[in-house]
Every structure is written in structure tokens, then in C-alpha cells.
């Protein structure tokens, strides 16, 4: 039947909209934005059965071809999105930016930059996609710096950008420091670089870890003992079988992701090396194996739940910083002293090391203090070292009274200074024990000097709100109202994200661009619906 109703169509139509026409133009700016949105082929008006469809849907309108949708429609919606984002971003006080490299299926390399920042006129946190644009060549740290530059001009933001994330790469730290910008190491790839490093410290970790990896690679390499690995689920009662995970370097929390994998179907595991030959090495797993990648999953696992918390909430994280430092670091030091497996004492010990080396001055980094401090789920209550948040108080305070002597503005908004305890929300219990647990003892109120702004006091007199909510959002509902000057400076520091993620879910969608079946697409075609992707909303 479907192959009857393509046959009575005809491609070809007597009476079709004339090219200037209203109809004609709407529909052309529907294609492209479908191409775009949806990732499609630009071949796709030459599909015989597409071009029956839009037939059957409108048979005046007749489809553009595939130079026309290239060279005229594309880069005409391109020139109407890319104006709008510039306009946005002409009308922000500051901006942070994140940038990742990327290396396509065809060897070529690609850099992205993104930009978030409080949009006052919608009272949100906007985030756009300024480019994602071919790299040629070496990928020097002055190659870096010229493209950042170029697009931050484009986009008028030059001399507003607050923070730059990026990874930790040498390239990356000389584009920053040529720019003249502060940057900040995305706290999720640091986290991981801090988890690499000690279980290699650890030579009883890193032997689970390589016996688990060939135990995951014995069985991909193998259709016949993947089955069979299936089918030993199937008979201990899991419906749906898992598949192993593999350990990929470059992938964040990807050893932990495969021991758990691994323990979770331990039973079908245990009975597939005891029925077939996958080498000794490997055939040497054994109880006490077993044993101590239940143990590493332990340990590793509070490193795994604050990337994954950093990376996937919908608001920016820079605030979390100092606190999951801290919290981080309590686990840790707890495990060492405590604990009476000697792995797991040694790996804590070996991770509590590493994170001292690299966030032990976190606390030093201004906007990092201030955002915490205006995160009105921590504010003084996550500083390790008193005397550097007295410190981070004494700026915040500082560049308050700037504010309001650049506002003309003498008198703030006094609210009640009734003390009151924190909400109490039903959350799990793990990783933030350790800070829920000073809070309840502690209460919920600052402790500031007499001379600091009276909005700093009533603001830090107020209870702390749920971890899991949005402190953005409270300061539009509620904040804005309460301390006005305060809020430009909460949705000036709010607005920092604390991980390069935003730039590396640019290049999921690029891989799906420049895929091996699509490989012929050109750079400027690629990067083009690339942008529009990101930023048609």
C-alpha cells in the first residue's frame, strides 16, 4: 500500500509557488531548519522518496536543490541565528567561556567555544555555541589564542569574559595566559587526572584494574564468549542482559564505571571463567580479586558521584567547587585514618595526596570564593581555612560597597536577622554527610565581622536552601528582591560553570555530523549546522 501511494505522486507539479513568494520563502526556512535541528543530510532533497513526501504535503512547493540549500539557505539562516546570539551577548556584563579541541573521523581538528552568562531581560542562565571551527595545523597555544579572539570579537565579549574552563592541556594555559584571562582547569578532568594518578601509586589497584580490563576485552573481542556471557545472565534470572564496560583512559570515571559493571554481574562472570579458557591472566580472578574491586568501587565512588554531579546539573557549578573539595577531601582523610582494608587505606591515602597537590588553593581563586559565598546553599559554610574565607568575606564585602558607590545607592534592604535552621530535604546519604552534618551542629548562619555590609549580614542570616536546588532561581524569586546590589553580583558569579562539559557535548554532535558515512561534508558546512544545532531554540 505505501508503495502504491509513492507511485501516484509525481516530483514534477504544473503550478508551483513562485520563488519570492511568502509561501515559497516559509517553507524553504522550515527545510533548512529541519536539516539543522535534525542533523539531516543536505543530500536529503535529492531522496526520490523525500521529495514524494513533501509532495503529498504540499504538492506547490518544490523543493530547493541541493546548491541552493548549501550556498544560499544555509548561510542565510546562519547570518539570522549568528545575529541574534550577537545581540544577546552585546547586552551581558560578563561572560564565561569553556573551549575543548576535538579530531574528527577525518583527522581534522576543531575547536569549540562556548559562553554562559545571566541574561537579566528573560532572568535566566543563558548558554550559546559562539563556534565550532576548524583547526589547521598544530594546535598551539597562539593558534588557540587567535581563534578565541577572533570569535570573542565577533561576538562582542572581548573584555567581559570572567573565566575561562578548559582542560589542563599546556595549549590551552598558554592560549589563557596570551589572552590575559583567568582560567580555571575543568574540576571534572583535574578529578579524574587526581583518580589516574593514584591508582597508578597503588600497585594492588592497578593490578584489579589490568585483570578487569582483559576480563572486559577477552569477552568484546569474542562473539561466542559474549553470548555465552549473556546466556549465563539469562539463566541466573537478569531479563535483559549487561554488557561489560571497558576502561577507557581518556574517559572520565570509566574504571569505576567497568569494576561496578563488572561486581554487578559478578555471579555470570565467576561461572564464565570457570567454564572457559580465556587465558591465565585472566582465569586468575579470583575471591580475594573479587574482593578488592568491591572495595575500589567504594572508594572510588564519591570521586565518581561529584563528576557526575558537576557534570550534569542544567545550572552553572563553580560554586560546588570549594565545597566538594572539602567534602572530597573529609571522605578521604576519613578512610585513611579508619579504614581497615589496607587498599583501601593506601588508594585513599594515595587520592587525599593528589587532591591536596591540586586543589589545596582553590580556596584562593577570588571568583571561585565569591560564588560559593553567594550560593545561597553554602555560602561561609565550606572553607576549609578560616583565615581564607575571612579573606574571600573581606573581598565580597569590598566589591559590594564598589557597587554601590559606582550605583549612587547609600542604603541597603534590611530583612529580619531571626535565626533559623536550614531546610531539611530527604537526600541520600554519602558523598555530603560530612557537610550536612557541621551544618545541623553549626546552624545555618554566618559568622562575619561588625564592618561588613548590612546585606552581606541579613543575606548570611538567612537559612541555607536545599543542595539540590537551584540557587539561581532563588535569587531571581527571592534574592533580587531582598539584596538588589548583592544579585548583580550572585548572577554575575553564578554564571560560571566549573567543567569544560559544555564544549564536549558540542563534539557528540559533531561526531554525528562528521561521521564515516558523511565524511565528505566540508569544514564550513560542518561547522555551520553544527552552530545552528546548538543554538536554534
Not at 549473556?230 to 564505571?257: C, D, I, M
Not at 535569587?475 to 553580583?489: A, D, Q, V
Not at 558546512?525 to 546548538?534: K, P, R, Y
Amino acid at each position: 500500500m505505501m508503495f502504491e501511494i509513492f507511485k501516484s505522486v509525481s516530483i514534477t507539479g504544473d503550478t508551483n509557488y513562485q520563488g519570492s513568494s511568502a509561501q515559497k520563502k516559509s517553507r524553504d526556512e522550515a527545510l533548512v531548519a529541519m536539516v539543522a535541528s535534525d542533523l539531516q543530510p543536505l543530500s536529503i532533497v535529492d531522496d526520490p522518496g523525500f521529495q514524494k513526501f513533501c509532495k503529498v504535503m504540499d504538492p506547490k512547493y518544490k523543493l530547493p536543490s541541493r546548491t541552493h540549500l548549501t550556498e544560499v539557505l544555509l548561510p542565510r539562516l546562519m547570518d539570522k541565528v549568528q545575529q541574534e546570539v550577537r545581540d544577546t551577548t552585546n547586552k551581558a556584563g560578563s561572560v564565561s567561556i569553556t573551549s575543548d579541541l576535538w579530531t574528527s573521523v577525518n583527522n581534522a581538528g576543531f575547536l569549540a567555544l562556548t559562553c554562559h552568562f545571566w541574561r537579566e531581560d528573560k532572568g535566566m542562565l543563558e548558554s550559546f555555541l559562539l563556534s565550532c571551527t576548524r583547526m589547521e595545523g598544530s594546535h598551539t597555544g597562539e593558534k588557540i589564542a587567535e581563534a578565541i579572539r577572533v570569535v570573542s570579537c565577533t561576538f562582542n565579549i572581548q573584555g567581559k569574559i570572567l573565566l575561562s574552563v578548559t582542560d589542563n592541556g599546556a595549549n590551552m594555559l598558554k592560549a589563557a595566559d596570551i589572552l590575559g584571562l583567568r582560567h580555571l582547569g575543568c574540576y571534572a578532568h583535574t578529578l579524574n587526572l587526581v583518580i589516574t594518578d593514584a591508582i597508578k601509586e597503588t600497585p594492588q589497584a592497578e593490578d584489579i584494574k589490568t585483570k578487569a580490563s582483559k576480563i572486559v576485552e577477552k569477552t568484546k573481542r569474542s562473539t561466542k564468549i559474549n553470548d555465552k556471557l549473556a546466556e549465563l545472565q539469562k539463566s541466573l534470572g537478569r531479563k535483559t542482559p549487561l554488557k561489560l564496560k571497558q576502561n577507557v583512559a581518556t574517559r572520565w570515571n570509566s574504571v569505576f564505571e567497568m569494576l561496578e559493571r563488572l561486581v554487578e554481574v559478578k555471579d555470570a562472570v565467576s561461572l564464565l571463567l570457570a567454564s572457559t579458557d580465556l587465558g591465565e591472566e585472566v582465569d586468575s580472578f579470583q575471591a580475594q580479586h573479587w574482593q578488592a574491586a568491591e572495595g575500589l568501587i567504594e572508594v572510588l565512588k564519591p570521586a565518581y558521584e561529584a563528576t557526575l554531579e558537576l557534570s550534569g546539573e542544567r545550572f552553572a557549578t563553580a560554586s560546588k567547587i570549594i565545597p566538594l573539595t572539602r567534602v572530597l577531601m573529609a571522605f578521604y582523610a576519613t578512610q585513611e585514618r579508619t579504614s581497615e582494608d589496607p587498599l583501601k587505606r593506601k588508594l585513599s591515602s594515595n587520592i587525599l595526596r593528589h587532591l591536596v597537590r591540586r586543589f589545596e588553593k582553590v580556596e584562593e581563586i577570588r571568583v571561585l570564593a565569591q560564588a560559593t559565598l553567594l550560593d545561597v546553599r553554602f555560602k561561609n559554610h565550606c572553607f576549609r581555612q578560616d583565615e581564607k574565607k575571612k579573606r574571600a568575606i573581606a573581598c565580597l564585602n569590598k566589591e559590594l560597597k564598589d557597587l554601590y558607590s559606582s550605583e549612587d545607592t547609600t542604603q541597603g534592604p534590611v530583612v529580619s536577622q531571626t535565626p533559623s535552621k536550614r531546610r531539611r530535604t530527604c537526600e541520600a546519604a554519602g558523598l555530603w554527610d560530612s557537610f550536612d552534618t557541621e551544618v545541623q551542629q553549626q546552624g545555618s548562619q554566618a559568622t562575619i565581622s561588625d564592618n561588613s555590609d548590612i546585606d552581606l549580614r541579613n543575606f548570611f542570616s538567612l537559612p541555607l536552601a536545599p543542595r539540590k536546588s537551584n540557587p539561581l532561581q532563588w535569587w531571581k524569586n527571592e534574592g533580587h528582591l531582598k539584596f538588589p546590589m548583592l544579585y548583580k553580583l550572585a548572577t554575575k558569579y553564578l554564571s560560571m560553570p566549573a567543567t569544560s562539559v559544555p564544549s564536549e557535548r558540542i563534539f557528540s554532535t559533531a561526531g554525528e555530523i562528521i561521521s564515516k558515512k558523511r565524511n565528505r561534508l566540508g569544514d564550513e558546512n560542518a561547522s555551520t549546522i553544527i552552530f545552528l544545532n546548538a543554538n536554534m531554540k
